[in-house]
């Protein structure tokens, strides 16, 4: 039966009932990817989501909504603050303040926002670059029995031949160190040797099944 509608309320029965299913919707699987600079997570990540395909998986960046937030609480541009015009240098040192800020008070605050989007709608979400411990932590608490993290390993070498170059206060702070020492479910060699990526790709889908994902073998 189709009630009256009215701005700000449930306006249909049935429609009451797809929201609520919609909000109660939880991921089926949490792969949270890590990896130093180069080492190919955006590389990999796209691979798989090609693999199962967009409807099942959403790829999430957590770097991706610390610009949206901070322009939205300080009422800035935020396409200006993506652009590489100089109007984003006026509010870096206080952008990275406001971020770390954050994070004091609510460790989980942008792995929260960054989940919220139209892509944790998927079953499977794929977290293409957790930093911090308390990336994981954030996930393995929330999601205890379904979150796996995988970590991407490749040389310095191969790294360097994609572009790498050591830049200190980059690659030796807590954003590209503070996962150095932690236990991973996964590793994954991403040094080019392409059957060696697939046996790894494999993994995970049979990961996927297991947990009745995906049917049966592709
Ligand atoms: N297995 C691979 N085979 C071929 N090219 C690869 C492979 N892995 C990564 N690359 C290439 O290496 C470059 C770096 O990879 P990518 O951008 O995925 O790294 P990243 O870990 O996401 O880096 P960053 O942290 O700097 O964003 C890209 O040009 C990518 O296409």
Known sequence: MLLKRNP???FAENVTYKLKEVMA??????LVFSGKRKSGKDFIT?????RF???????IRLSGPLKQQYALEKSLDFARLLDSTSYKEQFRADMIRWG??????DPGFFCQVATSGDEAKKSVWIISDARRKTDIEYFK???PDITKTIRVVTSDSTRQSRGFVFTPG?????SECGLDNVDFDMEIINNGDDAVLEKSLQDIEHLLVSVK???GER
């Open 8 to 10: 700000g309320r449930i």
């Open 213 to 215: 994902i995906l049917q």
């Open 170 to 174: 980059v690659d030796d702070a807590e």
């Open 100 to 105: 770390e800020d954050k994070r004091n008070q």
């Open 46 to 50: 796209e691979r798989l989501m090609e």
């Open 53 to 59: 395909g967009a409807e099942i998986c959403g790829i």
């Open 25 to 30: 919707t939880r991921p089926k699987a949490v």
């Open 141 to 143: 608490s929330n999601f």
